[in-house]
């Protein structure tokens, strides 16, 4: 009975977590960061924009500077010593002048982000305001998200940000996504297969 319980817990979890991962408005904020030249265009192969996984701190760089609209010179100066001269390096380097993240010895890009990170990011990067200032910075950026209705409900602040919750938050920052969202929800654009 205890093998029985443990497999039918398994497989909720299974199920669930694939059916959190093709949500309908997960997919149509990819594609509405897209169309924007955000992110990629995967919108023929959604599978492509890989939702359902963690998102390393380099791509998060890259997409913050490119929804920030930042000045990303085709250059690396080797700020951080981890940083390899790749293509992360200038999205880094440009999100580092722009005061997005601190001047530190090292950045870690290839390690997940959490989500409180992700939402920092986002703030910055749409300047928007933070609405809470308790001194634990990660629970008022959680916090700050809520109240402007970009996330729902409660939200683990210190988990690893899933590539979905990016494209999620930062579409609904734009104010031409809900009618975009509207549309995604009561159509069959979205095909996942």
Known sequence: MKKLLSLIALLSISFTSVHAFTEPEQFGAANYLASKSFINDS??????YR???NITRKEAMKIVANVAFL????TCEKKFKDVEDDWGCKYIEAALKAWFISANA???PNDNITVSEVL???FKARNLD???NTGDWGKDYVNSAYELKLINGDVEWTIDAKRWFIFVVIAKTFSDYL???NFILYSDEVKVK
């Open 43 to 48: 919108s023929k192969k959604p599978n492509e």
């Open 51 to 53: 939702i359902g996984d």
């Open 71 to 74: 000045k990303v010179e085709n």
């Open 106 to 108: 090292t950045f870690r």
């Open 120 to 122: 920092k990011l986002i």
């Open 130 to 132: 933070r609405k809470f």
């Open 179 to 181: 009618d975009y969202r």
